[in-house]
């Protein structure tokens, strides 16, 4: 079975800087997604990037990039000028390419923007 | 803007009694997942559908939940009878299978339960 795991239960980064959640995962599989996905307080589930296994460029979206070590099976997530509405739980999630289509979560990394 | 939608946002109800939870999924999804958050489990699968049709519901325990897809536009989730370790948050997903697989799930706002 496939297992995600987030080491850093709180993070805390000061308004406008950079900062990196970390993500290890365990599967024995190729081909894979992986995600990390925002919850607020409001706890809307949002989706924040994704990442096809088997490409080799990590994912960009806006100020939000993913570190992708395959081999090491990490995948971390960069945040770039942190903003106030960046403040969320943030988890890292991981789901095969093939055949069960559900989504494995970590136990989330709570982030705090300093202002 | 299409989005998932659940009802009720809230529910408090007493331990013993019958909790529907419902799910519209975003028009044209054919895969559904319910998903429970709490704070020992975290994010955890309770079931999934595709074409209405259930793939995967080993994470539901059986002899109190039940989940259903009536029709193509609503996924009940059943709890008979509930319990306190019930209490949690419960997410609705969808998303649209095709080709090698699902490619994006979006989540509803979630249902907060709390039986007492």
């Known amino acids: 079975a496939q297992t995600v795991t987030q080491s850093q239960p709180e993070m805390s980064v000061q308004e406008a800087e950079t900062v990196t959640l970390s993500c290890t995962y365990d599967?024995?599989?190729?081909?894979?997604?992986l995600f990390w996905y925002k919850q607020p307080p409001s706890r809307q589930m949002i989706l924040v990037i994704r990442?096809?296994?088997?490409?080799?460029q990590n994912a960009t979206e806006n100020r939000f990039s993913v570190n992708f070590q395959k081999a090491a099976k990490s995948f971390s997530l960069k945040i770039s000028d942190s903003q106030l509405g960046d403040a969320a739980m943030y988890f890292c999630?991981?789901?095969?390419?093939?055949?069960?289509?559900?989504?494995?979560f970590g136990q989330g990394t709570r982030l705090t923007i300093n202002p | 803007d299409a989005r998932v939608t659940q009802t009720p946002r809230h529910k408090v109800t007493e331990m013993g009694q019958e909790v529907t939870m419902r799910c519209q999924p975003i028009?044209?999804?054919?895969?559904v997942f319910w998903y429970r958050q709490t704070m020992m489990q975290g994010l955890e699968l309770l079931a999934y559908?595709?074409?209405?049709?259930?793939?995967?519901d080993s994470g539901m325990p059986k002899d109190r939940f039940s989940a259903e897809m009536p029709d193509a536009t609503l996924a009940t989730l059943k709890i008979q009878p509930s319990e306190p370790r019930d209490s949690a948050v419960y997410f609705c997903?969808?998303?649209?299978?095709?080709?090698?697989?699902?490619?994006?799930?979006?989540f509803g706002p979630g249902t907060r339960l709390t039986v007492t």
């Open positions: 997903a969808s998303g649209r299978a095709a080709g090698t697989g699902l490619y994006e799930q979006y």
């Open positions: 599967t024995s599989e190729s081909d894979y997604y």
């Open positions: 990442q096809e296994a088997y490409k080799q």
């Open positions: 999630a991981y789901r095969r390419f093939q055949g069960a289509q559900k989504l494995v």
């Open positions: 028009l044209g999804h054919n895969t």
């Open positions: 559908f595709r074409n209405r049709a259930p793939l995967d």
